[in-house]
């Protein structure tokens, strides 16, 4: 049985301290489900096209500087 990656999410949340925006507000933003964050909390990944609609309104251009494998 493979171990599924887990990763940190710590520099996401930091950057929505930095843009002064809540995580209702970056759902939105980005059009995914507040639901779809707690996933991220708790170091699952998204899709890649979810992933990258966070990144675009946290205004990123990579996946590291919002992400870090565990």
């Known amino acids: 049985m493979e171990k599924e990656t887990k990763y940190n999410f710590r520099k996401l ?11 209702q507000e970056l759902a939105d933003k980005a059009g995914v489900s507040v639901s779809s964050l707690a996933k ?13 609609r966070i990144c675009d309104a946290v205004e990123v251009e990579d996946f590291k500087d919002i992400m870090e494998e565990m």
């Open 40 to 52: 991220l909390k708790k170091g699952h990944t998204l899709s890649y096209d979810r992933m990258k």
């Open 13 to 23: 949340w930091y950057r929505l301290v930095d843009l002064d925006m809540t995580k």
